[in-house]
């Protein structure tokens, strides 16, 4: 696993977009287990995606490099890591309006190459079988972006989930339903207990996963994530089995992680102080 260090919010999401953008645009050498892909290669490029408030900025920043011709999402697919059971796509809430809102809607993407789960399907069992085989059926997800929640989660695999979980139903926990309420008027209430996510395992057959992680409240699951061993509780753990998994964070969520850490993994990086932008 790579952790990549960087002084705050904004130049974490910089660093995740840039490395989106030349992952699409086939410039990041992929490795011996990463076949050709992006514009440069023959086949379209797919992209699994998230929603909180974690990769705002990276939108931001990959509808600024589509704007500036650095980047077109002409060749992109894209599969979305979770959406609600019970609220309708055109609602405010829904997972399908805050990714057309917030990142879809500015860029150059094919509304048919993006692909988000059905939380008003009426068989979600099925609903989440078809997305599987949807996603297999595009030659697998090359780049796997994520946040993680407060408790380590990664997608809605909420602790305890098993680790090779594949897409499903999913009870959400009430400390996961009181970090959303801002979503939902402040009401805990009001967020629907249940969701449909992929799996873990699904995030883990990506070719390779990208997680971004800021503020102190993610302090204690980064430290879980990167000192801790794997381990269901913590989700997140999985990708210390992945073959590449990076986590950007910034410097308050390493606030529990321990100085050498911190150290080690700079000096890997060539991260020296002041930390880079
Ligand atoms: C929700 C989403 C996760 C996300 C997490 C953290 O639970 N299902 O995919 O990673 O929230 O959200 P935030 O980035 O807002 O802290």
Redesign the pocket.
């Given at each position: 696993m790579r952790l990549i260090i960087l002084r705050d919010y904004d130049s974490a999401s910089r660093w995740a977009a840039g490395y989106i953008a030349d992952r699409i645009n086939g410039l990041t050498p992929a490795g011996d287990s990463v076949p050709e892909a992006g514009s440069s290669g023959k086949k379209p490029f797919v992209l699994g995606l998230?929603?909180?408030?974690?990769p705002l900025g990276v939108y931001r920043e990959l509808i600024a490099l589509r704007q500036a011709g650095k980047v077109s999402f002409a060749r992109v697919i894209t599969f979305n890591?979770?959406e609600y059971v019970g609220i309708d796509e055109d609602q405010p809430q829904s997972y399908h309006r805050f990714m057309w809102d917030n990142f879809l809607s500015h860029i150059d993407i094919d509304r048919k190459s993006v692909h988000i789960l059905n939380g008003m399907a009426e068989d979600l069992v099925e609903e989440c079988r078809a997305y599987e085989e949807a996603v297999t059926a595009c030659g697998g997800i090359d780049l796997f972006f994520?946040?993680?929640?407060a408790d380590g989660?990664i997608?809605?695999n909420e602790p305890g989930s098993s680790l090779r979980s594949r897409t499903r139903v999913k009870t959400l926990t009430m400390d996961?339903r009181i970090a959303?309420a801002r979503f939902f008027g402040g009401i805990p209430d009001r967020v629907p207990s249940m969701a449909l996510t992929v799996g873990v395992g699904t995030v883990m057959d990506a070719r390779e996963v990208l997680i971004l992680v800021s503020g102190y409240s993610k302090a204690r699951a980064l430290r879980a994530a990167v000192e801790g061993g794997v381990n269901h509780m913590w989700t997140i753990s999985c990708l210390q089995m992945h073959p590449r998994a990076i986590i950007v964070c910034d410097q308050a969520a390493t606030d529990e992680l321990k100085v050498g850490t911190v150290r080690y993994f700079r000096d890997i990086e060539g991260l020296r102080e002041p930390m880079g932008s």
């Open positions: 998230p929603t909180g408030s974690s890591m979770d994520g946040g993680m929640g989660h997608a809605f996961t959303n």
